[in-house]
């Protein structure tokens, strides 16, 4: 099918429906594997100032914290004597960790998983000399969600950076040979049905590798606090209609669908999501990486979580897998 063609799908099919050609599209590439990575949210000082986030600058009862290159390290060690081969670097945009600071522990990452791990980084937009260098030390892939594709309604949330702007840092990623990510929140206040599928179109424009779709969760500490929540089908829908529109790409299950709906991550998965992303942040830190209230899994030690994931998609007949799990992303392209 064509863009416009699974346009037309997503409208006239019920959600049932709509489940299930995502879910064959995305089992005819990934098989029933479900890929881990191990998400290390490294620093929660953020310079940024968005409308959504609970780390937001302004927000003056997070405690803040950054992890030292040595317990970093210590972390990827762990993960990567259980199994994990893709560890994904997140903070807020904290200048605190220069780019030379980055690339030391890269190449420390590399070395102590024998070039066997990929680095996904998540940790705000840079310039492009940064992004190259970052590359060069070994990153291998970065992601940097749009959030929103209105150019307005992204200016206004995220504190006057422009739409452009963002776009921008996308292409200069692909330019510099990542394996690129972004993507959207679902149930933003103001934003419409079109919104929604226009943010899953300019996906597939940008070709995305990674793609990451989850629910909007206002927290009480921002100025979106009162924003309305929405349930988990807005997700699904969306998860669907991404898997549709981008075959090839990895598709999480965001933590943020977990916490949405006790069985959120299992239902995306059933629907063309193909990654899990378990947080390895030692638990006294990621209680304080609080983007939205009622995250879950705050007192696992993201380990324990490994095995809690497995029995839970057994339940949905999908099994996980340890690969590096690159993206198939130039296999299958829709037009
Ligand atoms: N609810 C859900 N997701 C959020 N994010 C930030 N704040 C919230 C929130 N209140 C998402 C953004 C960001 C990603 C790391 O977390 O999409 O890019
Ligand atoms: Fe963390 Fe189940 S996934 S405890």
Not at 178 to 185: D, K, N, P, R, T
């Amino acid at each position: 099918m064509t863009s416009s063609e699974i346009i037309n799908f997503y409208h006239s099919v019920d959600t049932e429906t709509l489940s299930k050609k995502a879910n064959l599209v995305c089992e005819s590439i990934y098989g029933n594997k479900v890929y881990l990575r191990g998400l290390i949210e490294f620093s929660n000082y953020c310079q940024c100032d968005c409308l959504y986030c609970g780390i937001r600058k302004s927000n003056p009862h997070v405690q803040r914290y950054r992890l030292p290159q040595q317990s970093i390290l210590e972390i990827v060690k762990a993960g990567y004597k259980r199994g994990l081969k893709t560890f994904v670097l997140q903070s807020g945009e904290d200048s605190y960790y220069t780019t030379k600071m980055l690339t030391e522990i890269i190449e420390k990452i590399k070395l102590l998983t024998n070039n066997e791990a990929a680095v996904t980084l998540s940790c705000g937009m840079k310039s492009k000399n940064d992004y190259q260098s970052l590359k060069s030390a070994g990153a291998d892939r970065y992601l940097i969600r749009f959030e929103t594709s209105d150019p307005k309604f992204h200016q206004y949330l995220r504190g006057g950076i422009s739409f452009k702007r963002r776009l921008k840092a996308l292409e200069d990623l692909k330019t510099c040979g990542f394996e690129v990510g972004s993507g959207y929140m679902v149930g933003l206040p103001d934003e419409t049905e079109q919104t929604r599928i226009n943010n899953a179109l300019l996906c597939n424009e940008l070709e995305l590798d990674m793609l990451g779709v989850g629910p909007f969760i206002p927290h009480p500490k921002t100025p979106l606090k009162t924003a309305s929540l929405h349930n988990i089908e807005l997700t699904i829908r969306a998860t669907a209609l991404a898997r549709l529109l981008l075959p090839g790409a990895n598709i999480p299950a965001t933590t943020a669908a977990g916490s949405l709906d006790p069985l959120g991550r299992e239902k995306v998965l059933q629907v063309g999501a193909n990654v899990l992303m378990p947080n390895i942040t030692p638990p006294d830190n990621k209680k304080n990486y609080l983007l939205y209230p009622g995250k879950i899994c705050l007192d696992e030690s993201g380990f324990e979580c490994m095995g809690c994931l497995n029995n839970r998609i057994a339940t949905i007949d999908k099994k996980l897998s340890l690969e590096r799990g690159d993206a198939k992303t130039r296999l299958c392209a829709t037009p």
